[in-house]
């Protein structure tokens, strides 16, 4: 069974600083693009951020460039999201989520087959 379990979420104040984890577990994660999605009360899903395989390559949403840095490590089976300089507009709840059948990074949420079931992020004013 394909589980993914997204940790580290919580309260900060604008300006500072979190790491999100996800840790996978019933598939080889270490083939696999996974990505970062987010979701705010009454608003669409968005895509924040997505890493290939062995973490060469990410790529990022225009509102969190700069700010956020995706990693991986294969050997724990995990993906991290380092989030800077947060603000109040990046409340949400963030995903991670990966497929099988790519290896490549992707902002398709239609790409991806397997998904946590998120962790809150709020920042505060």
């Known amino acids: 069974q394909v589980r993914l379990v997204e940790s580290g979420g919580g309260l900060v104040q604008a300006g500072e600083s979190l790491r999100l984890s996800c840790a996978a577990s019933?598939?080889?994660?270490?083939?696999?693009?996974v990505g970062w999605f987010r979701q705010a009360p009454g608003k669409e899903r968005e895509f924040v951020g997505s890493?290939?395989?062995?973490?060469?390559?990410?790529i990022y949403g225009d509102s969190v460039k700069g700010r956020f840095t995706i990693s991986r490590d294969n050997a724990k089976n995990t993906v991290s999201l380092q989030m800077s300089s947060l603000k109040p507009e990046d409340t949400a709840v963030y995903y991670c989520?990966?497929?099988?059948?790519?290896?490549?990074?992707?902002?398709?949420?239609?790409?991806?087959?397997?998904w946590g079931q998120g962790t809150q992020v709020t920042v505060s004013s």
């Open positions: 989520a990966t497929s099988n059948r790519f290896s490549g990074p992707g902002g398709n949420p239609a790409q991806y087959d397997y």
């Open positions: 019933g598939l080889t994660f270490s083939t696999n693009g």
């Open positions: 890493i290939n395989w062995s973490g060469a390559w990410t």
